[in-house]
């Protein structure tokens, strides 16, 4: 079992940063992929970043390419998302996810095992 808490959220000005992370219990952490998604109100969650268990693969979207990194200290069982140039679109409750199995489709939400309960980012023009 694991589970998953978020931290580092806040309300930041356009242009600003903001470093998230993911704090997990259990052995096994450092076996799982590990996905940041976001949710604004009224969308769908929306896929962020992905890093492989290893932390040598790693992906986003397109929308924060440039802007964000995802990184990830096993020893520590932490994954970060380090945040800058914030845009006030990227406003929304971002929550990170561990994938048990390692799918190949990591953009999909549902194959994440757990979640955690997420924390508000919020940015300001």
């Known amino acids: 079992q694991v589970q998953l808490v978020e931290s580092g959220g806040g309300l930041v000005q356009a242009g600003g940063s903001l470093r998230l992370s993911c704090a997990a219990s259990g052995r096994t952490f450092r076996t799982y992929d590990v996905g940041w998604f976001r949710q604004a109100p009224g969308k769908d969650r929306e896929f962020v970043a992905v890093?492989?268990?290893?932390?040598?693969?790693?992906y986003s979207t397109d929308l924060v390419k440039g802007r964000f990194t995802i990184s990830r200290d096993n020893g520590m069982k932490t994954v970060y998302l380090q945040m800058n140039s914030l845009k006030p679109e990227d406003t929304a409750v971002y929550y990170c996810?561990?994938?048990?199995?390692?799918?190949?489709?990591?953009?999909?939400?549902?194959?994440?095992?757990?979640w955690g309960q997420g924390t508000q980012v919020t940015v300001s023009s």
């Open positions: 890093i492989s268990w290893t932390g040598s693969i790693t």
């Open positions: 996810a561990a994938d048990q199995y390692g799918s190949d489709r990591a953009t999909n939400p549902h194959v994440y095992n757990y």
